[in-house]
Each structure stands twice: as C-alpha cells, then as structure tokens.
C-alpha cells in the first residue's frame, strides 16, 4: 500500500471511529486529515461514499431511536442546499475551500466543547430556524460531504438524548448525502478512475464506525467530546498556517 492509499484509510478509520463513539464528525476530521496530504477538493470528493456507508452502519444500529417528526422539515432545506454546494466544490478556488474547512473546524470545535454547556430555553422554531440551518447544512455537505455545524446546532436544541441526537444527525446526513453522490456522478467528478479510492475509504470508515459503536458506552462523553474539540482546533490551526503561508 503507498501512501496515498495508506492517507486515505488512516484518515476515514479516524473519522469513522470519532462518528461511532461520539454520532458525528467521519466526514469533517476525515477530509482535515487527507487535506494535509491532498487537495481538500480531492478529500472532499474521496468522503461521499465513506459518508454514506457509515449513515447506513450507524442508522441501522440507532433506528429504534429515531423520531422523524422533530425533523422533518429540514429535509426539504437540505435537498436544496446540497446541488449550491457540489457546485461551489467543483467551481471554488482552493484558498477559498481551505478557509472555510479552517472556519468549519472551528466552529465544530466549539459545538463539541460547550455541548454540554448549552442551555436551551425550549426548542428551535423547524420553520424560522430549521429551514436556514437545513440550507446551510446541504450547501456544506454538497461542499464538504459534511454538513455538521448547522445541523448539530438545531437538534441540540431538540433536547434529544444522546441514542435519538445520533440517530437524528445520521438520517439528515444520510439523505443529503445520497443527494450528494447523484450530483457528482451527474458532474463526472466520481468516474471509474477514482472508485476503488472511494471504496478504501468507505471501507475503512466503516470499520472505525463498527468499532467506535462498539465501544460508545465506555467512554466518558464529556471527556470524550473535549478530545474531539481540541484535535479539531489543531487541524484547523494547520489549515490556518498553510493559508497565511
């Protein structure tokens, strides 16, 4: 195995086992890690498939706690904002792609130290909130194959339990994620040149998937999430000294 194949396995095993233990983050700390070796576009368009087979592992281990009623209207912002993303990912400058990865890391980063910090007074409005959150998360997944920030934020404030708060993230990830490998197999950008590099990745996440579901009662969540949060600063200082550089 040379290293570009070794890149891509380490890194979505790593995101893949971060999702598992914690529901989120395969996508993000995936294409951060294979962004230090590669054009984050070319991470970005390496992380649809791993994406969507760790949806499927996590969504049929978590489906008894799914409660699509709490949102469901996000599903149609979503569906929309994915297309504007795939396009800006094919079209953008690489300076601009690496800045917002930086500022994505960043805010992630935030959401997973102070989680437990949040104090909600009562639920987001699905409508007022929702649909912007839903937008912006598809734009960043059609982007990014990760649409984290937005989407975390809005069912935080759904006061899900830890099971139903997983289950939630993976079902809208799952969907705009489906939407998402359409869009660049419509655009050419997955051809069969690149697909055993995608399969690799797919396969490796979902081994750090399995494994970090296995091991998800055993970790102390607060401890656990501080982790998450500082490894993602380190990454997101790395992209910020390659950008001012």
């Known amino acids: 195995m040379d290293f570009a194949w070794a890149s891509i ?33 070319d991470a970005a368009v390496l992380n649809v498939l791993a994406s969507l087979a760790i949806n499927f592992v996590m969504i049929a281990r978590l489906r008894q706690h799914l409660s ?68 912006l998360s598809g734009a960043l997944t059609g982007a990014y194959g990760t649409g984290g920030p937005p989407l975390v934020a809005y069912v935080l404030s759904q006061g899900f339990e830890r099971r139903q708060f997983a289950a939630a993230i993976q079902m809208l990830f799952l969907v705009s994620g489906t939407l998402r490998l359409v869009e660049l197999i419509r655009r050419n950008v997955i051809h069969g040149d690149n697909i055993l590099p995608l399969l ?20 102390p969540e607060r401890a656990f999430r501080r982790g998450i949060a500082v490894f993602l600063l380190v990454l997101a200082a790395r992209y910020v000294v390659s950008i001012v550089g």
């Open 9 to 41: 396995v380490a890194a979505f095993f790593i995101g893949g086992l971060v999702q598992g233990s914690a529901g989120f983050g395969s996508g993000l700390i995936g294409i951060a890690l294979l962004g230090l070796v590669m054009p984050v576009r």
């Open 68 to 135: 699509l009623r709490r949102i469901a209207p996000l599903f149609p912002a979503v569906l929309v904002g994915v297309p504007l993303g795939v396009f800006v990912l094919v079209n953008a400058p690489i300076g601009v792609l690496n800045v917002v990865l930086a500022i994505i890391l960043v805010i992630s980063s935030a959401q997973a130290l102070l989680r437990e910090r949040i104090k909600v007074l009562r639920p987001w409005h699905p409508v007022y909130i929702g649909i912007p959150c839903g937008l």
């Open 200 to 219: 690799s990745a797919a396969g490796a996440a979902v081994v750090g998937a399995s494994i970090g579901l296995l091991i998800l009662h055993r970790i």
